[in-house]
């Protein structure tokens, strides 16, 4: 029986689809998502708060726009609301720093509301993929070949011209080039090596510097991404294989800690009871990734339930299994793991920044959805296996891939229809049952 040679392209934009499509080729979308913060600026002249981890390139960068010494400028940290990735904070500290300059001696208090945040900050940096892979007469891939384009995933820190302020003066700032980051982390390339053994394997990463919106870091950077499309394309060679998608993923692996982790999942989860009895419109999505390769271990499993009338899709349950090496703080890892899931979550079913020729559009609540506490899973279970003596591994994004095509998968498994547009609204779902 001869090999079979199966092909997808999977995208990841920030709304523009400039992808050509193909006869057998699956095209996946994950729009750019908002980071949001807003910060407070208080008090004195030349003085300005922003937040506690960039706070050094931010004096430095803002130093450079007043063409001051760094030893002029004080930057004091003000706490405010969460952030995973680049958002506005230098930019509001920069119109600050401007608005002190023209007050000399007096307070400054400058805060972005969340329309001028969602509509200014850098988002999620577009990204596109392409896979393809030859399975064998016995069902193991043979081959496999992948590329991805990928535009920079980090333009903090930086000089003045990072900037918004500073690229408006009357003698503009130039904003500083893109660049990629290096392997083995990786900026739009983390995590696009697959873990598993095929015998033949290609990985093209192709940078692409210019973007028709501003874009920089947000969490995971491209892991979000390349685990999506490597997993959800892992589960459909399982189909075609005729395997199913736990002992088709532990086929390819050598690695005992991953093979472990998946195994804790598939048996914490129940995948091989076969008492189950499967309910109408529901479905289980599995899926599994080591965050940068170098990082924690994690695979996820959880089970959709999908609404046909109306499309919704919601996470019923999910369970997850951890290594992150030695364990020091368990309840942190489980924390983190719980809060990566709930996070793809909303990423993956829900958060799509849209734009038109002139402006950003998603700039409230509303027009930019986030998940709601009416939609957080019943249960999710983390499991941590402990390994003494072994390095500490960070786990801070290792659940975010994963939980991704693990939702996609569920989806596809109570609908029949694997789609491949993020984010998976119900819109879409819809549209490919024929609603």
Not at 164 to 172: D, T
Not at 236 to 257: C, I, K, M, T
């Amino acid at each position: 029986m001869p090999g079979r040679s199966i092909a997808r392209r999977f995208a990841i934009s920030v709304g523009v689809v400039c992808l050509v499509l193909a006869l057998g080729i699956g095209t996946f979308f994950f729009a750019a998502q908002a980071p949001s913060m807003d910060p407070i600026v208080p008090p004195p002249a030349n003085s300005f708060a922003s937040d506690l981890v960039q706070r050094g390139a931010t004096l430095a960068a803002i130093a450079e726009m007043l063409g001051m010494p760094k030893d002029k400028v004080r930057c004091i940290h003000a706490e405010g609301a969460g952030c995973y990735g680049h958002n506005a904070a230098d930019d509001a500290a920069a119109d600050a720093a401007l608005l002190a300059r023209a007050v000399p001696g007096r307070p400054v208090r400058l805060q972005w509301m969340r329309e001028q945040e969602h509509a200014w900050e850098p988002y999620g940096p577009a990204m596109a993929v392409k896979v393809e892979a030859g399975l064998d007469a016995s069902g193991k891939v043979i081959d496999w070949d992948y590329t991805l384009w990928s535009n920079t995933h980090a333009t903090r820190p930086g000089p003045a011209g990072s900037l918004i302020a500073a690229r408006s003066l009357a003698a503009p700032f130039q904003q500083p080039a893109p660049r990629p980051i290096p392997m083995p982390e990786g900026g739009g390339d983390r995590n696009s090596i697959p873990l598993y053994q095929f015998p033949s394997a290609r990985v093209m990463h192709h940078f692409i510097p210019a973007m028709p919106v501003r874009v920089s870091a947000l969490r995971a950077l491209g892991a979000h991404m390349n685990v999506f499309a490597i997993e959800s394309f892992m589960d459909e060679l399982a189909a075609a294989a005729g395997a199913d998608p736990v002992q088709f993923r532990l086929q390819h692996l050598d690695d005992a800690r991953a093979r472990d982790v998946i195994s804790a999942v598939a048996q914490r989860f129940g995948w091989s009871d076969t008492s189950r009895r499967k309910l109408p419109g529901r479905g289980r999505g599995f899926a599994f990734a080591r965050y940068k390769n170098l990082a924690a271990y994690c695979a996820v499993a959880c089970e959709m339930e999908v609404k046909r009338e109306t499309g919704h899709a919601r996470m019923v349950r999910a369970v997850a299994a951890v290594d992150a090496g030695q364990v020091v703080n368990p309840e942190g890892i489980t924390n983190q793991i719980e809060g990566a899931i709930l996070q793809s979550m909303s990423w993956t079913l829900f958060e799509s920044v849209s734009f038109d020729e002139r402006r950003i559009t998603s700039i409230d609540w509303s027009t930019y959805p986030i998940l709601r506490f009416s939609a957080v899973p019943d249960a999710i279970e983390v499991h941590i296996i402990n390994q003494p003596g072994q390095p500490f591994l960070g786990c801070g994004e290792a659940g975010q891939g994963p939980a991704a095509p693990a939702i996609a998968s569920g989806i596809a498994d109570a609908t029949g229809q694997r789609l491949r547009d993020l984010p998976l609204t119900r819109e879409r779902i819809k549209t490919a049952i024929g609603i």
